[in-house]
């Protein structure tokens, strides 16, 4: 096995992280299979409203008489599709400027990493929620306030690396035989940045699953009937404290899945950053 | 020092205009006219166009960010559609609870955190540290409002320690108004009966809050303090005769803390942006409260005078940041 | 006359991830009152552990399996942690670390440092610590003593810390001082200043001096007497003039073979120490040593004492 990885699965932490996030993955993929019934996501069946967790409901029933363990279990590829849309979409804007003022210099690059001190400035959250009430509340907009406020990190950590390969000795080479500068940038730099890119996007997916889960629960998310876990919290809290059930299965979700990814994340940051692993 | 607090303020500059043209592009980037949304639904267009020159929707951008900008510069962010009166105003008579919250959690974080954080190191390896770290994963991927409606559900409801939401019981007569803030006023009013009442309430708010922070707070202090205790001066303390308890606390403590003096720093802002949500659970009269309201109701104005507040404050306390670090080490200033 | 320090037999190992590592494996030394006590052997042979040991400060995992410490008529080994701390490290024991520029905390004031020591350990008051660290940084030739207290470690150089932190070891007037190599990280010049300074040191605050190095030159400068260690092992011990003069053991005449000023050649010593849990069964030297023969190599050789007091571990010795 290849050294990195032997050093990746010594680390006990980071491996519960992982088992954590493969089982949230296949959750998330198979759902519907798993969920007693998998018909709640939308279906109400008002006989049997707010009981509290027994065998045939494990979690309990929602106040339209759902099974929350259902819902949980189907709430996950939402949670899913979401980070991984939002944490793509900023890649795709973050990478390609971090690699552009990276590798030239001049006003363009300075304007892009202006934007994103200033950007980052503000806590992503506060930003994110202006953008998406300016956008007009919908969990399409959330994504994308979402996103246009995650990107600087990338541009950040891909500009340090092009700035750093950019003197050095193999890109002189490369110029030399006569590569262009897209092919160098793409093929040759971006790869040297992989792994910074790979960490911080891992943290990336559970960081955001979190804040959607707070837009969801503003009601700036995701809209009834989904069975979004923040979304869930915000509805049961008219029915507390008697179904205390409502509230807490799903905020468990919450936890046990942005766990997964930190702790993973933070394995991974402990191979890739060697003052870090020192510590460790 | 002065050099480099000036250099530090001049460095800021940049920032404060970037944080204003962001600000007024989050309202021109999107496309929907806000004097439509101003004049209501059953305005006519040229109610409509009376608003876009009343608020000078119709000049050119350019003109309209300086009159922004120059608005901005003076505290003036227009009205809020919710309660009628001048945002600024209403930021004004929020701020103070808002700040007694978020220093209640600093005081919390930091005053838990860094022990823990210290304990954790000296412990390397052994279960207490393990344990601590997964504790302190949890304590940033726990989300706060979930954990406001649980600590409510037992501490309030269930066990009835702490009241369920405010700053003060209804039935309580409020102490004079003097800084704004309720413990402060009720202690320089000599209201001790206020004094326990709003700490009592100030209690799960502040614990909610701190949770996030005090995990950041152990893992960065832990990591510090690992990196200090290999330090060759660390051997030659020990080898001096240093008592174990003031070579810990005292002498290598203040070298691990810079890193954490960077996060106490981000901290502080991240517990204003916490403090919307935990705000509007508790009921907490503060800035956070207003933005939620705000958000609801489609109160731009409060949403942009906000967002503004807090990348000043945060820029603000970026600095005052890089002064603390200096004053620990002193290298720092000299390097800067 | 009584030493002031003996060390006998000390057995310590350290806990690593290949089983434990006998660091020291029978090491020896004595140090008389008044005198300087070179300690000498390569990198890797064990010395920081001796003086580890002898302070109480072995790293976590580090353990003395057998011998003795005696201290003034004590066994340190029976001082519980606390004892150490309170009675022996920095008020009887002055310590000068190897390197003058990682030694001193960084983010403290040179004077918060150096008073935090004698807070515990110096009589009298504050204000009495204050004018005696100023005497001795003014007998150190450090300038302007009183306003070098106010300063931090970076703004001194390297030769300049050193001084500091020599006035340090003697700020609570020590009988023993232990010295780890303490001219190494500093330029010729200086490091010839502070052994001149430290030999003038010695008789003037009567002081006995421990004094490890891995350079026979800087022994045969400023000590009295002279033990060589080898793979955790005293392999020769005695007075400096007879050892340097006509050298009892293989390795210490390797040694000083190497020494720049004295070489017939720029070949070391072939080889290198062997790791703590690889050792030799027979003589620990005889892998590498031009004179081995057969027997060396099966059978560990005793301390013998030879001529004027010198002792030699090896079967060659006269």
Same mark, same amino acid.
């Given at each position: 096995m290849n050294p990195v990885l032997r050093k990746l699965a010594r680390d006990v932490p980071a491996m519960i992280g992982l088992a954590i996030v493969l089982v949230v993955v296949l959750i998330a993929i198979l759902g519907p299979w798993l969920a007693?019934?998998?018909?709640d996501a939308t279906a109400s069946h008002l006989?049997?409203?707010?009981?509290?967790?027994?065998?045939?409901?494990p979690f309990g029933t929602d106040n339209l008489g759902r099974d929350i363990y259902s819902r949980v279990i189907l709430g996950a590829r939402g949670a899913l599709q979401v980070a991984m849309a939002v944490v793509g979409l900023a890649m795709a804007i973050g990478i390609p400027l971090g690699l552009l003022a990276g590798y030239r210099n001049g006003f363009f690059s300075e304007l892009i990493m202006r934007v994103c001190d200033v950007v980052l400035a503000i806590p992503q959250l506060i930003l994110a929620l202006a953008l998406a009430q300016m956008m007009g509340p919908s969990l399409q907009s959330a994504m994308l306030a979402l996103s246009l406020t995650y990107w600087p990190f990338f541009t950040r950590i891909v500009y340090a690396d092009a700035r750093r390969l950019r003197e050095s000795l193999f890109v002189d080479a490369l110029h030399g035989i006569g590569a262009g500068t897209g092919r160098i940038v793409f093929l040759h730099i971006l790869p040297n940045a992989i792994s910074p890119i790979i960490v911080r996007a891992t943290i990336g997916l559970g960081f955001t699953i979190l804040t959607a889960a707070v837009l969801g629960f503003l009601g700036m998310g995701a809209t009834p009937p989904a069975p979004d876990w923040g979304l869930t919290i915000a509805q049961s809290r008219l029915y507390l404290p008697d179904a205390w059930w409502y509230a807490l299965y799903p905020g468990l979700a919450i936890l046990l899945t942005v766990m997964g990814f930190n702790l993973l994340g933070d394995g991974l940051r402990d191979l890739v950053d060697p003052r870090l692993r020192r510590s460790r | 020092m002065t050099r480099f607090l000036l250099l530090r303020v001049g460095t800021a500059i940049p920032s404060l205009i970037g944080l204003l043209v962001l600000t007024f592009l989050l309202i021109h980037a999107v496309p929907s006219d806000p004097a439509v949304s101003l004049a209501g639904?059953?305005?006519?267009p040229a109610q409509i166009a009376a608003i876009r020159h009343q608020y000078g929707f119709d000049l050119p951008l350019w003109r309209q960010f300086l009159a922004y900008a120059w608005k901005a510069l003076h505290f003036?962010?227009?009205?809020?559609?919710?309660?009628?009166?001048?945002v600024s105003l209403d930021i004004a008579q929020r701020l103070p609870a808002t700040l007694e919250l978020v220093i209640a959690s600093l005081v919390l974080s930091v005053g838990i955190g860094i022990p823990l954080g210290v304990f954790s190191a000296l412990r390397h390896n052994q279960w207490p540290d393990f344990l601590l770290r997964i504790v302190s994963v949890a304590g940033v991927a726990v989300a706060a409002f979930w954990v406001a409606i649980m600590l409510q559900l037992y /501490?309030?409801? #269930?066990?009835?320690? /702490?009241?369920? #939401?405010?700053?003060?019981?209804?039935?309580m007569a409020p102490p004079l108004?003097?800084?704004?803030s309720v413990i402060l006023d009720s202690l320089l009013t000599g209201r001790f009966d206020a004094f326990g009442n709003a700490l009592s309430h100030l209690v799960l708010p502040a614990v909610t809050l701190s949770l996030g922070g005090m995990s950041g707070i152990v893992r960065f202090t832990r990591a510090g303090m690992l990196e200090t205790l290999q330090q060759d001066f660390v051997a030659y303390e020990r080898a001096m005769g240093y008592p174990s308890g003031r070579l810990i606390w005292r002498y290598v403590l203040r070298n691990s803390v810079t890193a954490t003096v960077t996060q106490i720093g981000l901290l502080f802002g991240g517990l204003i942006a916490g403090g919307v949500v935990v705000e509007s659970i508790y009921d907490w009269p503060g800035v956070g409260n207003y933005t939620v309201q705000a958000i609801l109701t489609g109160d731009r104005q409060v949403m942009l005078a906000v967002t503004l507040m807090i990348g000043v404050i945060y820029t603000i306390v970026n600095i005052l940041t890089d002064l603390v670090q200096g004053l620990i080490d002193p290298r720092l200033l000299r390097r800067a | 006359m009584i030493p002031i320090l003996e060390v006998a037999g000390l057995k310590v190992s350290i806990r690593t991830d290949a089983g434990p590592?006998?660091?020291?494996?029978?090491v020896g030394l004595t140090l008389r009152k008044g005198r300087v006590l070179g300690v000498v052997g390569e990198s890797g042979c064990g010395k920081s552990t001796l003086i580890r040991a002898i302070l109480g400060?072995?790293?976590?995992g580090g353990a003395v399996d057998a011998g003795t410490i005696q201290f003034e008529g004590e066994?340190?080994?029976?001082?519980?942690e606390a004892e150490m701390v309170e009675r022996?490290?920095?008020?009887?024991i002055g310590f000068i670390p190897q390197d003058p520029l990682l030694s001193l905390?960084?983010?403290?004031?040179v004077g918060t440092q150096m008073l935090e020591v004698m807070r515990r350990h110096?009589?009298?008051t504050r204000r009495d610590h204050v004018a005696r660290l100023v005497s001795l940084l003014k007998r150190l030739r450090v300038p302007s003593p009183e306003a070098a207290l106010e300063?931090?470690?970076?703004?001194?150089s390297g030769g300049q810390r050193q001084r500091l932190l020599i006035a340090a070891a003697l700020a609570c007037q020590p009988g023993l001082v232990i010295a780890d190599?303490?001219?190494?990280?500093?330029?010729v010049t200086t490091q010839h200043e502070i052994l001149l300074l430290l030999r003038e040191l010695v008789d003037e605050f009567d002081l006995s001096l421990l004094f490890v190095t891995h350079d026979l030159g800087v022994v045969a400068e400023l000590c009295d007497d002279i033990t060589v260690i080898y793979a955790g092992q005293t392999v020769e011990a005695g007075p400096v003039a007879p050892v340097l003069r006509t050298p009892g053991h293989p390795y210490t005449r390797a040694l000083i073979g190497c020494h720049p000023e004295r070489a017939?050649?720029?070949?070391?010593?072939p080889g290198s120490v062997p790791p703590a849990t690889r050792m030799?069964?027979?003589?620990?030297f005889a892998p590498r040593?031009?004179?081995?023969?057969?027997i060396c190599g099966a059978n560990l050789p005793a301390q013998a004492p030879g001529q004027d007091g010198v002792l030699v571990r090896c079967i060659h010795a006269p």
């Open positions: 007693p019934y998998p018909g006989l049997r409203r707010l009981k509290p967790p027994t065998m045939a409901f | 639904d059953a305005a006519t003036d962010f227009g009205e809020s559609a919710f309660s009628h009166r001048a /501490f309030s409801m #269930r066990l009835g320690w /702490f009241p369920l #939401r405010g700053e003060l019981s209804p039935d108004r003097i800084t704004g | 590592a006998r660091i020291l494996d029978d400060i072995l790293p976590r066994n340190l080994l029976v001082f519980t022996i490290r920095g008020r009887r905390n960084p983010v403290f004031k110096a009589e009298g300063r931090y470690p970076h703004q001194f190599e303490p001219t190494t990280a500093l330029d017939t050649s720029f070949v070391g010593i030799p069964p027979g003589c620990r040593c031009a004179e081995a023969e057969t």
